[in-house]
Antibody
Framework: QVQLVESGGGVVQPGGSLRLSCAAS????????VHWVRQAPGKGLEWVAFIRYDGSNKYYADSVKGRFTISRDNSKNTLYLQMDSLRGEDTAVYYC???????????WGQGTLVTVSS | QSVLTQPPSVSGAPGQRVTISCTGS?????????VHWYQQLPGTAPKLLIFGNSNRPSGVPDRFSGSKSGTSASLAITGLQAEDEADYYC???????????FGGGTKLTVL
């Protein structure tokens, strides 16, 4: 069965950095694009970033462009999100989600909480 | 302010039917991009409920149905059950933003 397991969340000061990981199993990771989606406490879902199956193209929400970097290691079945210059408004649960057809998210991880606070 | 607009809340008694609307624009739903729906039970990750406007993944009861027309879409839930109490989100793609977009979410309360 498809499993996505995020890790790397924690508390970081404003201006700091954090790297999230998402370990995938149960499907051919190298054949699918993957997204990061976040949810601030008590708020709705916000798409953050997408990377194609081979890492050839990456897309970002305007709110994180230039500060966050999505990457993947298909040999390790792992997705990453490097988050730099973190702000309070980046505080959220971050989910990785498998893409289908470049259109929707068919499987989600359980999420990892990132708190940006001094 | 979300790109796709949903009512903040809806409610219904057990056994009743409720609908949740999702209104977009000419750069997303109106441009022909599909609408998808997710259910998020309290304290859990979102789960795909409807894909491609009206298709149910395996395991989703047929009490859940979706439709799309023009710049809007709807999720209908018939035969409401207590376990349906959750947040529901619509999602599409926006060509102006070059990204995937969500509605603000609708909290369903089963009375």
């Amino acid at each position: 069965q498809v499993q996505l397991v995020e890790s790397g969340g924690g508390v970081v000061q404003p201006g700091g950095s954090l790297r999230l990981s998402c370990a995938a199993s149960g499907f051919t990771f190298s054949s699918y694009g993957v997204h990061w989606v976040r949810q601030a406490p008590g708020k709705g879902l916000e798409w953050v970033a997408f990377i194609r199956y081979d890492g050839s193209n990456k897309y970002y929400a305007d709110s994180v462009k230039g500060r966050f970097t999505i990457s993947r290691d298909n040999s390790k079945n792992t997705l990453y999100l490097q988050m730099d210059s973190l702000r309070g408004e980046d505080t959220a649960v971050y989910y990785c989600a498998k893409d289908l057809g470049g259109s929707y998210f068919d499987y989600w991880g359980q999420g990892t909480l990132v708190t940006v606070s001094s | 302010q979300s790109v796709l607009t949903q009512p903040p809340s809806v409610s219904g008694a057990p056994g009743q039917r409720v609908t949740i609307s999702c209104t977009g624009s000419s750069s997303n739903i109106g441009a022909g991009y599909d609408v998808h729906w997710y259910q998020q039970l309290p304290g859990t990750a979102p789960k795909l409920l409807i894909f491609g406007n009206s298709n149910r993944p395996s395991g989703v009861p047929d009490r859940f149905s979706g439709s799309k027309s023009g710049t809007s879409a709807s999720l209908a839930i018939t035969g409401l059950q207590a376990e349906d109490e959750a947040d529901y989100y619509c999602q599409s793609y926006d060509s102006s933003l070059s990204g995937w977009v969500f509605g603000g979410g609708t909290k369903l309360t089963v009375l």
